[in-house]
């Protein structure tokens, strides 16, 4: 058994809650896997084997929440390869483990997958929860589910004969949709991931809807019948009211949202992750040149600029998380993606680190028990050194990461420092 631990008592710490609003100086004790109060001042005073640590001038705020995450993705477009084969399944594990570890300690200690092969993200899951390796919190997603030619299906004559599945699943028809999301469960998946339009990102118009209604509608019963989620790459508008209409739970990019799509997303609660930063690295990559499809990027970029402080004002659940390992999109600096918002989009600081908490852990499944700094939840917790509402770029630098805790336990420590 163990030896019980002490607690820790941060003393005099800006609390941003998760929840939009920011307490100035509180006294935030954390009791084994949970956090016990929030209150000005030490209800009680310290115990004998109490850690106090004084965190005048510095900020307590909950993990982040990265809900558009792919754990494999390595220069993702750089090989002509089926997708999900570049590399062998062996390296592709691999690399999953290391970016799921540099993901929690860049400050996420949670993350719902947007896809992987070879049910990779099932075993991450496992292998965190049985204390294997490092990384987060884990929703592991399945294949990318979607039909015969869709934008990413990149097999080619050449490949035909391959039979590893890789990162996609393809199905035609209502009861294929069906099987393949059975299947995808089966081997582990909590959420299922639908290519539902091409574009964003991706070689195949917006204006493509790669399945039909009847598709749609077949994959989301089957998921919820056995409990699982179903996330949709959307980007084009009347794609994004069909998935609203077939119950579907997270909307990938959401290009072509407008005041409509607002209004129905509002009314079915359904969250939009926009991963609005791997575009805008492309197009400045490559110098803002064309290459045909980017002259469509470029549109919805500054379409969706235009649109989502409207959806982030009216309420729409937004959160974090972007294709992270894509061509010239390393894995690493995740944080950056607050930034963008903030100082490419507009958005009020404030409100992206709440789109970064509060609204992760309810996209996550866990807004009970995480996602605010709150008396009775997880202690998913981290502590940085100054204020990220005055300063959003904090949380770019590691240095400013003074701790990240997970259920009470440091994944990284420096208190000691203060």
């Not at 006294?27 to 949970?34: A, E, H, I, S, Y």
């Not at 570049?86 to 949670?110: I, K, S, W, Y």
């Not at 030619?149 to 209502?174: E, Q, T």
């Amino acid at each position: 058994m163990a030896p019980a631990r002490g607690r820790l008592v941060l003393e005099r710490a800006r609390v941003v809650v998760g929840d939009g609003s920011v307490v100035e100086r509180a006294t935030v004790v954390v009791d084994g896997d949970r956090i016990s109060s929030v209150e000005d001042g030490l209800p009680g005073g310290p115990r004998p084997d109490d850690r106090v640590v004084d965190l005048s001038g510095r900020t307590v705020m909950p993990g982040m929440v990265n809900c558009h995450f792919h754990a494999t993705y390595h220069n993702l477009g750089a090989v002509t390869a089926p997708f999900g084969l570049e590399e062998p399944m062996a390296m592709q594990v691999v690399r999953a483990v290391r970016n799921l570890e540099t993901l929690v300690r860049a400050g996420f200690t949670g993350a719902v997958s947007a896809g992987a092969p070879f049910a990779i993200d099932a075993s991450m899951k496992a292998a965190i929860d049985r204390r294997l390796i490092v990384g987060p919190r884990l929703v592991p997603c399945s294949r990318d589910i979607s039909t015969t030619g869709h934008a990413g299906d990149r097999s080619f004559p050449s490949h035909w004969d391959v039979g590893a599945l890789g990162a996609i699943r393809r199905s035609d028809g209502p009861d294929e949709f069906r099987r393949s999301v059975r299947l995808e469960i089966k081997e582990g998946a909590e959420m299922i991931k639908l290519f539902i339009t091409g574009g964003h990102g991706t070689v195949g118009p917006r204006e493509q809807t790669e399945l039909s209604r009847a598709e749609l509608a077949a994959a989301v019963e089957a998921a919820h019948q056995r409990g699982a989620r179903v996330r949709g790459h959307i980007a084009n508008k009347e794609a994004l009211l069909m998935a609203l209409d077939c119950s579907i739970d997270i909307v990938d990019h959401g290009d072509g949202m407008d005041t409509e799509c607002i209004e129905r997303l509002l009314e079915t609660d359904t969250p939009v992750v926009p991963s609005m930063l791997f575009p805008a690295r492309f197009l400045a990559s490559i110098g803002g040149g064309s290459l045909g499809f980017t002259d469509d990027m470029r549109h919805d970029i500054e379409a969706m600029a235009a649109v989502l402080p409207e959806a982030n004002r009216s309420g729409v659940r937004i959160v974090l998380g972007d294709d992270y390992g894509a061509i010239n999109f390393p894995h690493g600096p995740y944080a950056d993606e607050l930034a963008y918002y903030v100082e490419e989009v507009g958005i009020p600081p404030l409100d992206v680190l709440t789109w970064a908490t509060g609204n992760g852990a309810a996209v996550f499944g866990r807004a009970d028990d995480l996602g605010t700094v709150t008396a009775g939840k997880l202690a998913d917790l981290l502590v940085v050194d100054g204020d990220p509402v005055a300063d959003i770029n904090l949380l770019r630098n590691p240095g400013a990461l003074l701790a990240v805790l997970l259920g009470g336990h440091p994944v990284t420590d420096r208190l000691a420092s203060v």
